[in-house]
Nanobody, 126 residues
Framework: QVQLMESGGGSAQPGGSLNMSCRISGYTSRTNCMGWFRQAPGKEREMVARIYTYVPTGTRFYGGSVEGRFTISQDHDKQTIYLQMNNLKPEDTGVYYC?????????????????WGQGTQVTVSS
């Protein structure tokens, strides 16, 4: 059974930092890409960041609201991705989901993700 194991997140004050990690288990092949999405109360889910994981130096993409503040990275051997969140803002509050696209060669669009984590709460408030 394929699972995405998330850890990290939590609470921070505005301007603070948090980090998260996500490891895929139960899947022995190479994933195509992995990413982070988030959903705030009353809002649609949005892409935060994604990274091509079929190679160690895969291209990264960011949502406009986090670019320059968040960094996605990977440990290729461990099939794990990380999200470093700096200069957090209250509008970063939400449930963050890790996701994996296992179809090699796909475009890694938001609709291409096959597996999802359980979600982790991130709260930014003073």
């Amino acid at each position: 059974q394929v699972q995405l194991m998330e850890s990290g997140g939590g609470s921070a004050q505005p301007g603070g930092s948090l980090n998260m990690s996500c490891r895929i288990s139960g899947y022995t092949s190479r994933t195509n890409c992995m990413g982070w999405f988030r959903q705030a109360p009353g809002k649609e889910r949005e892409m935060v960041a994604r990274i091509y994981t079929y190679v160690p130096t895969g291209t990264r993409f960011y949502g406009g609201s986090v670019e320059g503040r968040f960094t996605i990275s990977q440990d290729h051997d461990k099939q794990t991705i990380y999200l470093q969140m700096n200069n957090l803002k209250p509008e970063d509050t939400g449930v963050y989901y890790c996701a994996a696209d296992v179809s090699l060669g796909s475009a890694c669009r938001n609709t291409d993700f096959d597996y999802w984590g359980q979600g982790t709460q991130v709260t930014v408030s003073s």
